[in-house]
């Protein structure tokens, strides 16, 4: 464990903060950085600090104040705003009371806020006011917690860490442990910290650094216990190899999204589906885990630390003896397990809910975490963040379980703690939130996505929540459209090389989606071309280049979708982009319309056989399309040029004639098209094999 403390970064810290918020804050911002910064001490927007002052109010009066993290604020970024300022002479007297219930405990926080704007204080706040110390650092570092978690583990920690660190048995976070905290700290005032068995460690001091460095010193003398002491007890015999992992996850990612969507439906029959998105962890220390003889029973203990246990659940499913070369077999096994699962749950919520608060209801009952010999690791989640959260715990937890099983048998917190832990009031607050975008959950692939209305689309449906795979010919617009996804949209969009003309890309693009997410639940046709030319003046070079591209394109694309959505078992739906061309074909473009034509024919077969897995396939048919900012249509930079000057206008003059044609006397944009996919994707309406148009009203163009 590095000592990273830095004077220099200290006195950057202060010159940034200092004058506003006072030289201590600054400090405190900076130290609690360092902690955060590094996930061996704090996991992922767990542990919290504080620091105790004077506030100044409007009238001059001097009251003294305890800064402690607000939550909804991660250490590793925190700003000294993050830190919510309390009456401190206040909290100090609840210690008179007999009991406090977390609600109770937590009107008292924000009626007794100095600053009204600050963020609710943390569940531990009341630890933090009771110690007397001006700086105090709590983190729940994983080299602690491998000592803590052991029926000696008290024993452990006075080998490792010396016997003058105060040693505290598990009580819940909140009150009881303040209490329990401040006593035990009355009764050994010299003590260097103090290790929380089960949950974490505490440390202070008079200044930022010496609470930062008395928790490198212990965590550090934990490490060089386990390094010594622990070794991994876990046998292995063969492990898979990664490549292998990741060959099979292609295979079983879907089914298992499948089965865990599938075994809770929402009750809406346009979108009875409840999907989650997955995360694999497929490395060595997780295959080693896997695979190894007692890496079930390993992996079927119960978590380090309650930090996020709502986002993980408290123990995660195993599949025993997984039938890979068999995915029907497979999805037998993952779908029974998956209820066993639930039905487990379920009981586990019946035994011990007793006591819980009017209004806590039951989360649902499925899985976070699935591990599976010769595999690994599946995480999932409501969203993109949920899964990767999920993720990045179960990594760290699998390592530090395996990293100190040398030390024997593991024992996590009891079942009646871990369920306090993720039902307690206040943990549903961090979940509570407003009403989640539509399309939350769904995974889209989009092809010719660099292309005007294809960035359109990307676009509309990661506003709606949807994680999108933006498919398009590898190549600088493709980069650049990556780029500018990434940086709005970050990792919810994926930029995908994909050419639609050959299958195996087309398989590649899907196979590459399928690893990022675990599956795909909807698809948009929409790469095409286009080609101006009279039929006694075509090079039949021409036409097969459209032909390759709007007919085999689109059916390589329908088949790999209508394969890939059998596969996951939970319904789909395809958009195919058409054009009004279909309906209404111009002179000149003989060979545009008559391979469009095929291809929405292909669609509309497509929305006949694929009907009966409740795959829905609908068509939107734009007029002509410009294009918007930066992404020009692809369309029209082929066939504008010729229909200028056919017609004797420019570029301004050309929309305007298009405008002009519709009966609505409108212009048709991106955005128009992308509402239209979105209408179908949503599933507003029980629909499948029909066309919106999208072109300002053209009688002779209305499909009948
Ligand atoms: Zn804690």
New binding site residues.
């Given amino acids: 464990m590095e000592n990273r403390w830095s004077e220099t970064e200290a006195a950057e810290f202060i010159k940034l903060y200092g004058n506003e918020w006072g030289e201590e804050l600054a400090l405190r911002t900076y130290s609690s950085r360092l902690l955060g910064g590094d996930p061996e001490l704090v996991l992922y927007g767990?542990?919290?600090t504080s620091v105790k002052g004077v506030f100044e109010s409007v009238l001059g009066d001097k009251i003294a104040a305890v800064w402690v993290k607000g939550s909804g604020h991660d250490l590793a970024g925190i700003g000294p705003e993050g830190f919510s300022p309390l009456d401190l002479d206040y909290l100090r007297r609840l210690r008179e009371l007999e009991e406090l219930s977390d609600e109770a405990m937590m009107d008292q926080f924000l009626t007794h806020l100095l600053d009204s704007r600050a963020a609710r204080p943390s569940i531990?706040t009341l630890m933090h006011a009771f110690l007397p110390h001006k700086f105090i650092d709590?983190t729940?570092a994983d080299s602690i917690l491998a000592l803590t978690n052991r029926d000696d583990g008290a024993e452990l920690v006075r080998k490792a860490l010396g016997n003058d660190v105060i040693v505290v048995d598990y009580v819940r976070?909140g009150f009881q442990l303040a209490q329990a905290a401040a006593d035990a700290f009355e009764a050994s005032p010299e003590a260097p910290g103090m290790v929380l068995m089960k949950?974490?460690l505490v440390t202070w001091g008079g200044t930022a650094r010496e609470a930062y460095e008395g928790t490198i010193d212990l965590v550090a003398k934990a490490e060089s216990y386990l390094r010594t002491k622990a070794g991994s007890g876990v046998k292995t015999t063969k492990v898979t190899s990664v490549e292998t992992a990741r060959e099979r996850y292609r295979i079983a990612g879907p089914i298992i999204r499948g089965a865990l969507a599938l075994s809770r439906g929402s009750g809406d029959d346009d979108n009875p589906w409840d999907r989650f998105i997955l995360r694999s962890l497929i490395n060595h220390e997780t295959l080693d885990l896997v695979d190894s003889s007692n890496g079930k029973k390993l992996a079927l203990t119960p978590p380090l630390t309650a930090d996020h246990l709502v986002r993980t659940k408290a123990l995660p499913l195993w599949i025993d003896e997984p039938a890979y070369e068999d995915p029907d077999k497979f999805r037998e096994q993952v779908t029974a397990a998956v209820e066993q699962y639930s039905r487990d749950y379920d009981a586990y919520f019946d035994r011990n809910s007793s006591g819980l608060e009017p209004g806590v209801v039951r989360f649902d009952s499925r899985p976070r975490v699935i591990f599976l010999p010769g595999l690994g690791g599946i995480c999932a989640g409501v969203d993109i963040g949920a899964a990767e959260l999920a993720r990045n715990i179960t990594a760290r937890t699998a390592s530090i379980k395996l990293k100190s099983s040398g030390l024997g048998e593991y024992e996590g917190l009891d079942e009646e703690h871990l369920f306090d832990m993720e039902y307690f009031g206040l943990q549903h607050l961090k979940l509570s939130r407003a009403q989640p975008p539509a399309l939350t959950g769904s995974v889209a692939l989009v092809t010719g996505a660099a292309g005007a209305i294809g960035s359109g689309i990307c676009r509309e449906l990661l506003e709606s929540g949807c994680l999108v795979a933006a498919t398009d010919l590898p190549g600088d617009t493709l980069d650049s459209f990556n780029s500018e996804l990434r940086s709005e949209f970050g990792g919810r969009a994926v930029a995908v090389p994909l050419d639609v003309t050959d299958p195996e890309s087309v398989g590649r693009g899907f196979d590459a989606v399928i690893e990022a997410w675990g599956g795909i639940d909807l698809v948009v046709v929409n790469a095409g071309a286009a080609h101006v030319s009279k039929l006694t003046e075509m090079d039949p070079d021409d036409f097969s280049r459209l032909e390759r591209v709007n007919v085999e394109g689109t059916l390589n694309v329908l088949t790999a979708s209508g394969r890939h959505f059998r596969h996951q078992g939970t319904g789909g739906d395809i958009v195919l982009i058409s054009t009004k061309n279909v309906f209404s074909p111009g002179a000149g473009f003989g060979a545009y319309s008559a391979t469009k034509a095929a291809g929405h024919q292909l669609g509309r077969i497509a929305s006949l056989e694929l009907a009966g897995i409740d795959v829905r396939v609908n068509m939107v048919s734009p007029d002509a399309i410009f294009g918007e900012g930066k992404h020009k249509s692809g369309l029209w930079a082929e066939v504008g040029p010729d229909r200028m000057k056919a017609r004797g206008l420019d570029q301004a003059g050309l929309e305007e004639y298009y405008r002009n044609r519709n009966l609505l006397k409108t212009r048709i944009t991106t955005r128009h098209v992308a509402r239209a996919v979105l209408f179908f994707a949503t599933r507003q309406t029980p629909t499948t094999g029909a066309t919106i148009p999208v072109d300002g009203g053209w009688p002779d163009s209305t499909p009948r």
């Fill in positions: 767990g542990g919290n531990e709590h729940h976070p949950h974490g």
